[in-house]
C-alpha cells in the first residue's frame, strides 16, 4: 500500500533546494553580475566613441604647416637653453654678466652666493663688485635667505621637468637647473636691474625677492635660478619625472584654444620691455 | 521486473530534468557573456580605430606644448618685468608714505608679495587716512588679486610713523 510519507518529500524539497541554491550562488549571480558590468562598458564605450565622432567632426586637425610650425618650436626651445660641460662653466657665463650688469645700473655693491650642491650651504663667490658693509645686515637675513636657497635646490617637482624632457639630444647631457643668490646694496637702479637679470642668456628667474628701503641705503637679495644642459655629472641634474606625469598644468586640457590650429606668431622674438621709468633708489 | 524499471526510471526522471534545467539557464547565461564580451571586443576594436585616425588628443598635447613652450621662453623676461614694473609703480602711488620692506615670491600663474609702508601720524586718524588713500591706489591695480592688510604692527617708528603691513597676489600679465 502507497503511504504518503512527509519526511521522505521535505527531504527531496530541501534537495531540491539546495540543487537551485548551489546554482543560483556559484553560477548564475557571478553570471548576471558580469552581464551588468559588460553592459555598462559597452555602454561607456559607446558613449566615448559619439563623443569622440562627434569632437573629430568640429576638431581642426593639425596639417603640414602646424606641424612645421611644432618642430620649430621645439628648436627653439632647445636653442634656448645653455650648453657647458660643467657647472664652473654656467657660473663662468652667468656670473660677469650679472657683475656687468649690476654696473650698468650703478648699484653700489654686490654679493653672488653659491652653493656646489643642493645640501651644502651658498657660500660668497669671488665675483663681486665693490662689496663693503652687508655684511652685519646679511649676518641678520642668513636664516631666511638659506630656507629659500634650500626650498630653491630641492623644488621637486620641477615645474617645466615635463616641458623639457626630450630636450637632452646628447647620450651624456643632462638637464640642469640651480639656484643662485645675489646680494645688492647701495644706490642705484634696482628696478632697472631686476628688470635685466633675466635678459642674459642664462635667463634667470626670479624666486624671490627681499627689498628693504630702510638707512643707510636701500639693500636687497634676490633667489634666481638658471636650466642648462650639461655635459657632464652635475648635482644640479633635474630628476627625469615618468613622461606624462604633468604639475601645474598651464592649459586647460579642455580650452577652445587647442581645438584651433595654433597662431606661429605667438612663438615671437623674446620680448625685452624696458621699464617706463626706472626710478633711481638714492633718496 | 518491467515495472519496477519503469517506476526507478520515472524516479530518476523528476531531479534530472531539474538539474537539465538548471543546467540550461547556466548555458543561457554563459552564451549572453559570450555575446557581450564579442561586442565589447569589437567595439573597442572601433574605438581605437577611430582614436587613430582622427588623433584628436594628440594634436592637443602638441598644441599645449606649443602655448607651454612660448611660456616658457617668455617667463624669465615677464616675472623680472613685472615685479620691477610694480615697484617702480609702487614708488609712483607711495608718497606720503615711505616704503620700507618690499618681498616677493614668484610661481607659474603670478606672484605673492608682502610690503611695509611707514604713514606719518601727524594727528590722530592721520596715518590711517593717509595709508588708505593708498591701499585704494592699490587696490585699483587691475592685476592685483586677494590684497590684504593688517592692522598696524606693534612697532611704532621713530618721528610718529606707523608702519601698516599689505599682502597679495599679483597675475602675469
Avoid at chain 2, 66 to 90: C, I, K, M
Wanted: proline letters at 6%.
Amino acid at each position: 500500500m502507497n503511504t504518503w510519507k512527509p519526511g521522505k518529500f521535505f527531504l527531496k524539497l530541501a534537495a531540491f533546494l539546495a540543487l537551485l541554491t548551489a546554482f543560483a550562488i556559484l553560477d548564475w549571480y557571478p553570471a548576471v553580475k558580469e552581464l551588468g558590468r559588460l553592459r555598462r562598458q559597452y555602454n561607456d564605450l559607446l558613449r566615448s566613441s559619439n563623443d569622440h565622432a562627434a569632437m573629430a567632426a568640429r576638431f581642426v586637425f593639425s596639417d603640414a604647416e602646424e606641424q612645421s610650425v611644432f618642430f620649430q618650436c621645439d628648436a627653439r626651445l632647445r636653442q634656448t637653453l645653455l650648453r657647458v660641460e660643467t657647472d664652473a662653466a654656467w657660473l663662468g657665463i652667468v656670473l660677469p654678466e650679472l657683475v656687468r650688469r649690476v654696473g650698468a645700473a650703478r648699484i653700489d655693491q654686490a654679493y653672488f652666493w653659491v652653493s656646489p650642491d643642493p645640501d651644502s650651504d651658498p657660500e660668497e663667490h669671488p665675483a663681486r663688485r665693490e662689496a663693503t658693509d652687508l655684511d652685519s645686515w646679511l649676518a641678520g637675513q642668513r636664516p631666511e635667505i638659506l630656507s629659500h636657497f634650500r626650498r630653491a635646490a630641492k623644488s621637486t617637482p620641477f615645474p617645466w621637468r615635463f616641458l623639457l624632457s626630450g630636450v637632452e639630444h646628447e647620450k651624456n647631457e643632462n638637464l640642469a637647473s640651480r639656484p643662485l643668490i645675489i646680494v645688492l646694496g647701495g644706490d642705484g637702479l634696482l628696478a632697472d636691474f631686476i628688470n635685466r637679470c633675466s635678459w642674459s642668456e642664462a635667463r634667470l628667474e626670479i624666486l624671490h625677492l627681499h627689498l628693504e628701503l630702510t638707512d643707510p641705503f636701500p639693500r636687497a637679495w634676490m633667489i634666481c635660478r638658471g636650466q642648462y644642459l650639461i655635459g657632464n655629472r652635475s648635482p644640479w641634474v633635474v630628476a627625469n619625472e615618468k613622461r606624462g606625469v604633468r604639475y601645474n598644468l598651464l592649459i586647460d586640457p579642455d580650452s577652445p584654444l587647442l581645438w584651433q590650429k595654433v597662431d606661429p606668431s605667438r612663438l615671437k622674438r623674446i620680448e625685452r620691455r624696458e621699464l617706463a621709468r626706472p626710478p633711481d633708489s638714492s633718496r | 521486473m518491467g515495472v519496477l524499471r519503469d517506476r526507478a526510471a520515472f524516479r530518476l526522471a523528476g531531479p534530472l530534468l531539474f538539474v537539465l534545467l538548471l543546467a540550461a539557464v547556466s548555458l543561457l547565461l554563459q552564451r549572453e557573456k559570450d555575446h557581450r564580451h564579442q561586442q565589447l571586443r569589437k567595439e573597442s576594436a572601433r574605438y581605437a580605430a577611430m582614436v587613430a585616425a582622427t588623433p584628436i588628443e594628440r594634436v592637443k598635447d602638441n598644441r599645449a606644448r606649443f602655448y607651454e613652450t612660448g611660456f616658457y621662453l617668455d617667463y624669465p623676461q615677464t616675472v623680472s618685468y613685472q615685479v620691477a614694473d610694480f615697484l617702480v609703480r609702487l614708488h609712483g602711488m607711495m608718497p606720503p608714505l615711505q616704503l620700507f620692506h618690499f618681498q616677493v615670491d614668484t610661481g607659474l600663474h603670478g606672484f605673492h608679495f608682502e610690503l611695509s609702508v611707514a604713514a606719518a601720524a601727524a594727528g590722530p586718524g592721520d596715518a590711517d587716512q593717509r595709508f588708505l588713500a593708498f591701499f585704494e591706489r592699490l587696490r585699483a591695480c587691475p592685476e592685483l588679486t586677494q590684497l590684504s592688510w593688517s592692522a598696524k604692527a606693534p612697532t611704532a617708528l621713530e618721528n610718529r610713523m606707523i608702519v601698516f603691513s599689505i599682502s597679495g597676489q599679483s597675475e602675469w600679465q
